[in-house]
């Protein structure tokens, strides 16, 4: 009898094994489980960190085009390299201005001419602004568009209808 229980108990250590080892098994497959999840969490939280940064510079830029502060835009951009991949124009400060002084002998940012470019230049998502610089310029959308922030500040107040059929209307600035 004792033989029996022997292999009674054999049996049943076997079946307790192989148990845990399905249980290992599926231990195993949600982990694996979890940590791709895991993975594909900080993946996406990266690139939404990327996403707000990239809106961060896009709506200072906005502000600062309606404010008509195109050197604000130059100073980041310059030292920013993010910022020039980001925006959507290039803004330099046309080194030589020979237009009259403004306000005593120094030139205040408002008054200065800025040259802007399509950020990338070959980009085709710019085709209005390609055309405006084709109308005032009388060439190719390589050529520069000169701008001051007083230029920008009275011609940015509009409606604006987006591609996604909204509609944004930008109000008139009181400084």
């Known amino acids: 009898m004792s033989e029996i229980k022997q292999v009674k108990d054999a049996v049943q250590e076997a079946k307790n094994d192989l148990e ?41 830029d906005l502000k ?27 803004v330099k400060k046309v080194e030589k201005y020979v237009g009259p002084v403004k306000h005593g002998t120094a030139y205040q940012p408002w008054y200065w001419p800025f040259e802007i470019t399509p950020n990338p230049v070959d980009s085709g998502f710019f085709t209005d602004f390609s055309d405006a610089i084709s109308l005032t310029c009388g060439g190719t959308s390589t050529e520069l568009l000169t701008l001051t922030g007083n230029m920008c500040s009275s011609f940015a107040p509009g409606t604006y209808e987006m591609n996604s059929g909204n509609t944004i209307d930008i109000r008139p600035r009181f400084n």
């Open 20 to 60: 845990k080892e399905k249980q290992e098994a599926l231990k195993k497959k949600v982990k694996a489980i979890i940590k791709a999840t895991l993975e594909r969490i900080e993946q996406e939280e990266k690139q939404v960190k990327a996403h707000q940064d990239n809106l961060a510079i896009l709506k200072k």
């Open 64 to 90: 600062d085009l309606e404010a008509g502060r195109l050197d604000l835009i130059e100073e980041r951009q310059s030292k920013d390299k993010k910022a020039r991949e980001v925006s959507v124009v290039t």
